[in-house]
């Protein structure tokens, strides 16, 4: 009896974890987006600033991605799920092992 509850709640913690990383349909129509993110981000320096129309929680909104330069960490680019808000400048990728943008060979 205590066994089977056990397995229950496992089977429940496991369902909601994996449902945390699916983005439902019509899950945009319930989020607003900021719209001032684009005419900011255009502003800003583009060696530094990518405008992402879609790069923002379940592609509903577009973000300002911040361009990671040579040896920046690029750690938050590696969490699966999380709306995308750092990548690896142009010529750089993310170095799995070091986990800062290395150069391209
Ligand atoms: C990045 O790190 C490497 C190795 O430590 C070093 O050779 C290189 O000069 C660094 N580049 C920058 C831009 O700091």
Not at 87 to 96: F, R, T
């Amino acid at each position: 009896m205590v066994r089977n509850i056990l397995i229950l709640a496992i089977a429940l913690v496991m369902v909601s974890a994996t449902m945390a990383f699916v983005c439902p349909p019509n899950i945009c129509d319930m989020i607003r987006c900021d719209e001032t993110v684009e005419i900011n981000c255009l502003q800003r320096d583009t060696n530094l600033y990518k405008f992402e129309p879609e790069g923002g929680f379940c592609g509903c909104c577009p973000t300002c991605v911040r361009l990671l330069q040579e040896n920046e960490s690029c750690f938050a680019m590696t969490i699966r799920g999380a709306p995308r808000t750092v990548e690896c400048a142009e010529g750089l990728h993310c170095d799995s092992k070091s986990v800062v943008c290395k150069r391209d060979e």
